[in-house]
């Protein structure tokens, strides 16, 4: 039995971007598209869109911006997953403009807080730290993206830094923060990369060197920073076909 194409058909020419997103969006879910499956081919997505391939591909590029496809080139577009696939466009740019502000924020207070971290931690905080790494590296054994362990790694150098103003602040910008955490954990390959990343900074920490907990830190935050998202030029304009 073939895929429901029903949901593939042609589209208004108001907010065309947004309406793309949806009619794709109920595609993925009417077809019950398993995660990793490919989409029709783009020509063919195109004709039954009754749009330009120029106006479908700012289409996959929102929905590969936000972690939801991924396209190869040469391959097509690929599931990469399901839940909460799509979304509107509006709160998108709304997100990729405050991401990079998150991101200094981030920087500011993290790499210092690992460098105090270094001082001032004890032997429950490095143990918090290596606990949180191994709830990470069981999660993504899971196929899972390690989310929690990332935020409880983070958080126990925030609390083994023991300065309360800047834990207070840090604290207030959480949901801010996981924003990017999934940004930077949807991009493929990067959950890998983080724990990677997170180990350097723990071995710093340990070796009580502040210096280089907070060099750690800094590339690690610079390497959440690397996401689609921030990659992502937002359409000027609804594009005809």
Same mark, same amino acid.
């Given at each position: 039995?073939?895929l429901d194409t029903?949901?593939l058909?042609?589209v208004?020419r108001?907010?065309?971007?947004e309406?793309?997103?949806?009619?794709?969006?109920?595609?993925?879910?009417?077809?019950?598209?398993?995660?990793?499956?490919?989409?029709? *081919?783009e020509?063919?997505?195109?004709?039954?869109l009754g749009?330009?391939?120029?106006s479908?591909?700012?289409?996959?590029?929102?929905?590969?911006?936000?972690?939801f496809?991924?396209?190869r080139?040469g391959?097509?577009?690929?599931l990469?997953?399901?839940?909460?696939?799509?979304?509107?466009?509006?709160?998108?740019v709304?997100?990729?403009?405050?991401?990079?502000?998150?991101?200094?924020a981030r920087?500011?207070l993290?790499?210092r807080l690992?460098?105090l971290?270094a001082?001032?931690?004890?032997?429950?905080?490095?143990?918090e730290?290596?606990?949180?790494?191994t709830?990470?590296?069981?999660?993504?054994?899971?196929?899972g993206?390690? #989310?929690a362990?990332?935020?409880a790694?983070?958080?126990?150098?925030?609390?083994a830094g023991k300065?309360?103003?800047?834990?207070?602040v840090?604290?207030?910008l959480?949901?801010?923060?996981?924003?990017?955490?999934?940004?930077?954990l949807?991009? *493929?390959?990067?959950?890998?990369?983080?724990?990677?990343?997170?180990?350097?900074?723990?071995?710093?920490?340990?070796?009580?060197?502040?210096?280089?907990?907070?060099?750690?830190?800094?590339?690690h935050?610079?390497? #959440?920073?690397?996401?689609?998202l921030?990659?992502w030029? *937002?359409?000027?304009?609804?594009?005809?076909?």
């Amino acid at each position: 039995m073939g895929l429901d194409t029903s949901p593939l058909r042609p589209v208004g020419r108001t907010r065309l971007y947004e309406d793309l997103v949806d009619r794709l969006t109920e595609f993925v879910v009417r077809t019950n598209l398993a995660v990793g499956a490919r989409f029709p *081919p783009e020509r063919e997505l195109a004709t039954r869109l009754g749009v330009s391939r120029a106006s479908l591909r700012q289409a996959l590029a929102v929905l590969e911006a936000q972690g939801f496809i991924e396209v190869r080139h040469g391959g097509g577009a690929f599931l990469r997953r399901s839940r909460g696939f799509g979304g509107v466009l509006h709160k998108l740019v709304e997100r990729r403009a405050r991401l990079p502000e998150v991101l200094e924020a981030r920087e500011l207070l993290e790499v210092r807080l690992a460098e105090l971290a270094a001082t001032r931690r004890t032997a429950d905080d490095l143990a918090e730290m290596r606990a949180a790494l191994t709830t990470m590296e069981l999660d993504m054994a899971e196929a899972g993206l390690g #989310v929690a362990g990332d935020s409880a790694f983070h958080h126990a150098i925030h609390r083994a830094g023991k300065n309360s103003v800047l834990e207070h602040v840090i604290d207030g910008l959480a949901e801010a923060i996981h924003e990017t955490r999934m940004e930077s954990l949807s991009e *493929p390959g990067r959950p890998r990369a983080s724990l990677v990343a997170h180990r350097r900074i723990l071995e710093a920490i340990e070796s009580a060197d502040a210096g280089r907990a907070a060099d750690a830190m800094r590339a690690h935050l610079q390497q #959440v920073a690397d996401v689609a998202l921030l990659r992502w030029e *937002p359409p000027a304009e609804d594009e005809g076909s």
